[in-house]
């Protein structure tokens, strides 16, 4: 464990960009708390500090473990992981209408978190032993589809449709990824289409049809649930191309938005620093993601490709359907942004996720192990 | 096997790969066109909005309950409370405004300034409160000026108010400004910074159906933060209102009765447990904690001696003294160590082992039997009886009572006390049990500590025939409307093992102790009530016995506490007391009359006129035939009531220097007496 050339083989470019994106989170997330109403909220500052030191740790511990002991304990994390999740459907803790949380001592834990990277890593573990140049079909893909739907339901039911709807996008990425053949891409997108009057019927709560129903026409009702999604738009848009200076945010100032440190905390950064500073985070994303890619490709196995291309997948949902939101291109789900929004379970997962990356990176130039 | 299926190599993962970087970029690319599309090409729209056209979600705060007697009198109310504050970048011109608004209030325009400079920049958009509660008239003069103050507003806020001021302030509680700790905590998840939260007493434990719940309204702003229009409403729902089991009458006569005094008085319905007063004195006043303390005044008050913020009815740990003797006898008669007539002589002192241990009155008592040994309340029966008894008997009948644990009423920091056992001592102190500290435990003193709510349950329960309720302070919840949301109905915690045999025998003692010459109570015998109870003196410094005078002559912190427990009247109770006067010496003299006249005031007996003043020189002003409720007169009439009770237990004093001569011919003297006395009263307590 203790090789070598680990050290050697550092990512620097990984951890540059993990850091800034830590820093930049760092620097809206003190806007966010400071110029809004309640002093109660500047904890949270201090307290995204320490989880992402605890974060970085992880990063670490998980980069210094060889990515090919997934393979091998891949099954048992994810069964570690469904247990978790059955305890929370029995002892969880409720708050605000559901049922997310584990209370193990003094922190509480959000196990779904952490069951996207258990379901990414067992998908990648059996896709890399199936795969072929021709795809995937049926047959094939319902070991997967169950693996998948089991954290699916439970989570759903806790209800958390927000994370249920990330570890199903996340399957569908990394599924295309492997290929799948082309009659069966056909038959499953027509079943998929005739399926979804049958979700809106019997799957969905009432406030979650409300917030779809909001999204399709969002400037009808810009006081009951569209509220969230007209003044982050105000927000947003009134920064402009430089924004209004930071700490200088009105939106922010007032407390319009709700959760202005956690799902929303993208408005701050645009309504302070404009369109020049929220691009150019977007950029820093989409910079990540790409060297991310590299690392698959650079990767000679296909557990590694598969599994660095999984954890890519998971950042980038979770950046664009919470991007996506808080323009008012999606509706609202609560899926918060990597590193930085505030949030304990989040910056974790996306540390552990990070982790990985950089295990398979610095192991690709390894010959043999 | 089909042949068909290749396993791919490097080169198309990245051929795929590609494509995957492709799409992603794509994806990205779109949010960033959206970005530009909200930023750039309506960004100035957007922006306008923001500064004009503010769409705003205020908070409408919902109104605290009330709480009232349980004779509908209102104890606590909400008052409006106008404060002004000012939204810095709205009140432009800054300077003139200021100028302007200190004439109009009188503030002087220097301390404007100094506050407006310490709003940050970031806070300038928001309401920042100038100066709180301001009068009427400067509320008329600002409403009618409002447009002449741009950025100025006048803000209503409900604010607790205690009518009563410093009236059960231990019980009511107050409210105060939440703390950051207690914002963070699981428990007050609806506050928010500023609010107001009950710190203490009922108002702390039924914060959450006082509170009621805040509704919200959407509101147009404009660029000064005015509202131009209301766009929708939640209504607030106002809290539950509170009705007190408390007496108001009652109360503000226990409190008045310990003025300059320290200790406690508790009264309970026998029959239910509800509360009727609950005093503890000093007290404090609850409106002083509205819109924060000072910190000198509050410093004042932790760091007072006789802790004003304690509740000592309910916090107070004190040595239960002689009313122990009322468990001892229970136990005693329960378990055959004697019986009605069994006899112990009392030469006033009691040898065990190499130890004398002596009675409170230096000649003895003689020849007593139980209902006697209560009455005089002889240490030397109680030392003999404990030590047949043993220390965890005494205990198990003890914790049966009611001590040693908490009673469970709704008021903060109860109190445990303590009963000793063997097994406790050798666990705290790590030492074994002496014999000698069963003695002492069996008259209540060594160990044993009890609060006053524990002693009132044990009397209440005594006068009841053996019933332990729960005591209750809140009798019931009701909505604004006058719904009922909670009743509090009596709650049984146990029965006393006590048979209905031992019960008469005990209460014929206690009876006596008032109403019977020599009875250790017979100062505050009343003909219009027959009171029935016990009275404690609770060392606080050493064991040893010490005359009167030696008492009289220690420094106040060491004197002892005095205790009286009661119930009248005695026949059929209708009220339960108990009293502890710290430091006041003897129970009978100093805590017995304050029981008395709680008494008098709950059965509503009218206090007696005024003796003619023949005996008071030539005071004869004009207010005293007229206001017989003057204190001043009061004094007087205690005066000399103590007078009266003087020449009374002067004959006891004389018996006691007699004793040795001739006590044989008092004693049957007194028991004659006694007899006279006894007939009448004895017989209504039969069943």
């Known amino acids: 464990m203790f090789d070598k050339r680990i050290y050697e083989n550092i990512d620097w470019g990984l951890i540059g960009l993990t850091l800034l994106l830590c820093f930049t989170g760092l620097i809206v997330l003190y806007s966010a708390v400071h110029a809004g109403s309640s002093t109660s909220h500047q904890v949270f500052f201090k307290k995204q500090l320490i989880w992402l030191a605890c974060g970085l740790c992880c990063m670490i511990i998980v980069s210094l473990i060889s990515y090919k002991n997934l393979e091998k304990w891949g099954i048992w994390i994810y069964i570690f992981c469904i247990c978790l999740l059955i305890a929370v459907y029995f002892f969880g803790k409720k708050a605000g209408g559901s049922q997310r949380w584990l209370e193990l001592g003094p922190v509480t834990v959000q196990p779904s978190e952490i069951v996207k990277v258990a379901v990414i890593i067992i998908l990648a573990r059996y896709f890399s032993k199936k795969v072929t140049r021709q795809g995937f079909v049926l047959k094939t893909l319902m070991t997967p589809f169950i693996l998948v739907m089991i954290p699916f339901l439970l989570i759903a039911k806790q209800p958390d449709l927000g994370t249920s709807m990330l570890i199903l996008l996340i399957s569908v990425f990394m599924t295309l990824f492997v290929k799948i053949a082309r009659r069966t891409f056909i038959y499953m997108t027509v079943s998929g289409a005739a399926f979804i009057p049958f979700v809106w019927m019997f799957l969905l709560q009432d406030y979650q049809k409300q917030r779809i129903l909001t999204f399709l026409s969002p400037d009808s009702d810009t006081r009951g649930a569209g509220y969230h999604i007209f003044q982050s738009k105000i927000a947003i848009g009134s920064g402009m191309i430089t924004g209004k200076g930071y700490l200088e945010g009105t939106q922010n100032a007032l407390s319009f938005l709700p959760e202005q440190h956690t799902d929303f905390i993208l408005t701050v950064l645009a309504e302070e620093w404009g369109f020049i500073g929220s691009s150019f985070l977007l950029v820093v994303y989409l910079a990540f993601m790409v060297w991310g890619l590299n690392i698959a490709a650079g990767c000679r196995d296909s557990f590694g490709t598969i599994l660095a291309v999984g954890i890519v997948s998971m950042l980038f949902c979770q950046v664009f359907i919470n991007v996506g939101m808080i323009m008012g291109l999606m509706p609202v789900v609560g899926v918060p942004l990597p590193l930085v929004s505030y949030g304990g379970s989040s910056v974790l997962t996306s540390m552990i996720g990070i982790g990985i990356l950089m295990s398979i990176s610095i192991r690709r130039q390894f010959s043999n192990d | 096997m089909k042949q068909y299926l290749d396993t791919p190599d490097n080169d198309w993962y990245k051929q795929r790969l590609g494509i995957f970087v492709v799409c992603i970029t794509v994806l990205v690319l779109l949010l960033v066109f959206r970005l530009f599309y909200l930023q750039i090409y309506k960004g100035q729209e957007y922006r306008d909005r923001s500064e004009n056209n503010r769409i705003h979600l205020q908070q409408i705060e919902s109104t605290r309950g009330l709480i009232y007697d349980s004779q509908g009198v209102l104890l606590v109310e909400?008052?409006?409370?106008?404060?002004?504050?000012?939204?810095?970048?709205?009140?432009?011109?800054?300077?003139?405004?200021?100028?302007?608004?200190?004439?109009?209030?009188?503030?002087?325009?220097?301390?404007?300034?100094?506050?407006?400079?310490?709003?940050?920049?970031?806070?300038?958009?928001?309401?920042?409160?100038?100066?709180?509660?301001?009068?009427?008239?400067?509320?008329?003069?600002?409403?009618?000026?409002?447009?002449?103050?741009?950025?100025?507003?006048?803000?209503?806020?409900?604010?607790?108010?205690?009518?009563?001021?410093?009236?059960?302030?231990?019980?009511?509680?107050?409210?105060?400004?939440?703390?950051?700790?207690?914002?963070?905590?699981?428990?007050?998840?609806?506050?928010?910074?500023?609010?107001?939260?009950?710190?203490?007493?009922?108002?702390?434990?039924?914060?959450?159906?006082?509170?009621?719940?805040?509704?919200?309204?959407?509101?147009?702003?404009?660029?000064?933060?005015?509202?131009?229009?209301?766009?929708?409403?939640?209504?607030?729902?106002?809290?539950?209102?509170?009705?007190?089991?408390?007496?108001?009458?009652?109360?503000?006569?226990?409190?008045?009765?310990?003025?300059?005094?320290?200790?406690?008085?508790?009264?309970?319905?026998?029959?239910?447990?509800?509360?009727?007063?609950?005093?503890?004195?000093?007290?404090?006043?609850?409106?002083?904690?509205?819109?924060?303390?000072?910190?000198?005044?509050?410093?004042?008050?932790?760091?007072?001696?006789?802790?004003?913020?304690?509740?000592?009815?309910?916090?107070?740990?004190?040595?239960?003294?002689?009313?122990?003797?009322?468990?001892?006898?229970?136990?005693?008669?329960?378990?055959?160590?004697?019986?009605?007539?069994?006899?112990?002589?009392?030469?006033?002192?009691?040898?065990?082992?190499?130890?004398?241990?002596?009675?409170?009155?230096?000649?003895?008592?003689?020849?007593?039997?139980?209902?006697?040994?209560?009455?005089?309340?002889?240490?030397?029966?109680?030392?003999?009886?404990?030590?047949?008894?043993?220390?965890?008997?005494?205990?198990?009948?003890?914790?049966?009572?009611?001590?040693?644990?908490?009673?469970?009423?709704?008021?903060?920091?109860?109190?445990?006390?303590?009963?000793?056992?063997?097994?406790?001592?050798?666990?705290?102190?790590?030492?074994?049990?002496?014999?000698?500290?069963?003695?002492?435990?069996?008259?209540?003193?060594?160990?044993?500590?009890?609060?006053?709510?524990?002693?009132?349950?044990?009397?209440?329960?005594?006068?009841?025939?053996?019933?332990?309720?729960?005591?209750?302070?809140?009798?019931?919840?009701?909505?604004?409307?006058?719904?009922?949301?909670?009743?509090?109905?009596?709650?049984?915690?146990?029965?006393?093992?006590?048979?209905?045999?031992?019960?008469?025998?005990?209460?014929?003692?206690?009876?006596?102790?008032?109403?019977?010459?020599?009875?250790?109570?017979?100062?505050?015998?009343?003909?219009?009530?027959?009171?029935?109870?016990?009275?404690?003196?609770?060392?606080?410094?050493?064991?040893?016995?010490?005359?009167?005078?030696?008492?009289?002559?220690?420094?106040?912190?060491?004197?002892?506490?005095?205790?009286?427990?009661?119930?009248?009247?005695?026949?059929?109770?209708?009220?339960?007391?108990?009293?502890?006067?710290?430091?006041?010496?003897?129970?009978?003299?100093?805590?017995?009359?304050?029981?008395?006249?709680?008494?008098?005031?709950?059965?509503?007996?009218?206090?007696?006129?005024?003796?003619?003043?023949?005996?008071?020189?030539?005071?004869?002003?004009?207010?005293?035939?007229?206001?017989?409720?003057?204190?001043?007169?009061?004094?007087?009439?205690?005066?000399?009531?103590?007078?009266?009770?003087?020449?009374?237990?002067?004959?006891?004093?004389?018996?006691?220097?007699?004793?040795?001569?001739?006590?044989?011919?008092?004693?049957?003297?007194?028991?004659?007496?006694?007899?006279?006395?006894?007939?009448?009263?004895?017989?209504?307590?039969?069943?």
């Open chain 2, 78 to 687: 909400n008052r409006p409370q106008y404060n002004i504050s000012i939204i810095k970048r709205s009140a432009k011109p800054l300077k003139k405004t200021l100028k302007k608004l200190s004439n109009y209030t009188g503030i002087p325009v220097v301390e404007l300034n100094k506050k407006v400079s310490k709003i940050k920049r970031s806070q300038s958009y928001k309401h920042f409160t100038l100066n709180k509660d301001i009068e009427r008239d400067v509320l008329a003069k600002l409403e009618v000026r409002k447009f002449d103050l741009p950025g100025v507003f006048v803000n209503v806020k409900s604010h607790r108010n205690y009518l009563k001021s410093r009236r059960a302030s231990h019980i009511i509680g107050y409210l105060s400004a939440i703390s950051l700790k207690e914002l963070k905590s699981k428990k007050y998840k609806w506050a928010k910074g500023g609010d107001s939260i009950g710190k203490f007493g009922v108002e702390k434990i039924y914060e959450k159906y006082l509170r009621g719940k805040s509704g919200e309204r959407l509101v147009e702003v404009d660029v000064t933060g005015k509202v131009v229009r209301v766009l929708n409403t939640i209504k607030a729902k106002p809290g539950n209102n509170l009705f007190l089991t408390i007496n108001h009458n009652v109360q503000k006569k226990a409190e008045e009765l310990l003025i300059g005094k320290v200790g406690s008085i508790v009264a309970m319905d026998p029959s239910n447990g509800e509360i009727i007063a609950i005093a503890s004195s000093p007290t404090f006043d609850q409106n002083d904690f509205i819109g924060g303390m000072s910190h000198s005044k509050w410093n004042k008050m932790i760091s007072n001696k006789n802790r004003p913020m304690e509740n000592k009815a309910v916090q107070g740990n004190y040595p239960p003294a002689s009313i122990y003797k009322i468990v001892t006898a229970i136990a005693a008669l329960e378990e055959g160590v004697v019986d009605e007539d069994t006899i112990v002589n009392c030469p006033g002192y009691h040898k065990y082992g190499n130890r004398v241990f002596r009675c409170w009155k230096p000649g003895g008592h003689g020849n007593v039997n139980i209902k006697d040994a209560l009455k005089e309340s002889c240490d030397v029966f109680f030392y003999q009886v404990g030590q047949k008894l043993g220390v965890d008997r005494i205990a198990w009948y003890s914790r049966a009572c009611g001590f040693g644990e908490r009673t469970g009423i709704d008021l903060d920091h109860e109190s445990k006390g303590l009963i000793p056992t063997i097994i406790w001592k050798k666990k705290r102190a790590g030492k074994s049990w002496h014999g000698g500290d069963t003695l002492s435990v069996s008259i209540g003193q060594s160990y044993n500590l009890v609060t006053p709510v524990q002693a009132v349950g044990m009397i209440s329960s005594i006068a009841n025939g053996g019933i332990r309720y729960k005591p209750i302070i809140v009798k019931k919840i009701e909505t604004a409307s006058a719904k009922v949301v909670m009743e509090n109905e009596k709650i049984i915690l146990g029965k006393l093992p006590v048979t209905p045999k031992t019960m008469k025998i005990i209460r014929k003692g206690l009876w006596r102790v008032v109403n019977q010459r020599l009875g250790t109570a017979w100062i505050i015998r009343d003909k219009q009530v027959s009171i029935s109870g016990k009275t404690g003196t609770a060392q606080v410094v050493g064991r040893k016995k010490m005359t009167p005078e030696e008492i009289k002559a220690l420094p106040y912190r060491l004197k002892p506490h005095a205790w009286f427990v009661a119930y009248a009247p005695s026949r059929d109770p209708k009220i339960a007391v108990a009293v502890i006067v710290e430091h006041g010496e003897h129970g009978g003299s100093a805590a017995g009359p304050l029981a008395r006249k709680l008494i008098r005031e709950y059965l509503k007996i009218p206090d007696p006129p005024p003796p003619p003043p023949l005996i008071e020189e030539i005071v004869i002003k004009p207010e005293v035939k007229l206001e017989p409720e003057k204190p001043k007169v009061k004094i007087k009439a205690n005066l000399q009531e103590e007078k009266k009770i003087e020449s009374d237990s002067g004959l006891k004093d004389e018996t006691e220097k007699k004793e040795t001569s001739n006590s044989d011919s008092e004693l049957i003297e007194q028991k004659k007496d006694s007899v006279e006395d006894e007939i009448k009263p004895e017989a209504f307590l039969e069943p």
